[in-house]
């Protein structure tokens, strides 16, 4: 069983930077695909990032150019680092893997970006 540990959410002012962390119990090479989401009204996951075990990357439009996922794959962890930081970039944000044909989910952590 796929186990996703997050950390990294904070309280941080507009224009900051955080960094999000994903570790997971198997190696990254295993997973298909990384991601983070966030969630938005309706309990849906909105496409932060994503990561191909390859390395190829996806953002959302709303974070391109200041968001950017990475990995460390002797921690089997990736991460978030979330820079010029937006209050609409407030919420509970998720990573996910994919791995042996469906999708895992992290525990959630609580981004807020206020003055």
């Known amino acids: 069983q796929l186990q996703l540990v997050e950390s990294g959410g904070d309280l941080v002012q507009p224009g900051g930077s955080l960094r999000l962390s994903c570790t997971c119990n198997v190696s990254l090479s295993s997973l298909v695909l990384m991601g983070w989401h966030r969630q938005v009204p309706g309990n849906q996951h909105k496409l932060v990032a994503s990561?191909?075990?390859?390395?190829?990357?996806n953002y959302g439009d709303s974070v391109k150019g200041r968001f950017t996922v990475s990995r460390d794959n002797a921690k089997n962890t990736w991460y978030l680092e979330m820079g010029s930081l937006k209050p609409e970039d407030t919420g509970v944000y998720y990573c996910?893997?994919?791995?042996?044909?469906?999708?895992?989910w992290g525990q959630g952590t609580q981004v807020t970006v206020s003055s």
């Open positions: 996910s893997a994919f791995y042996i044909s469906r999708t895992y």
């Open positions: 990561m191909t075990t390859s390395g190829g990357t």
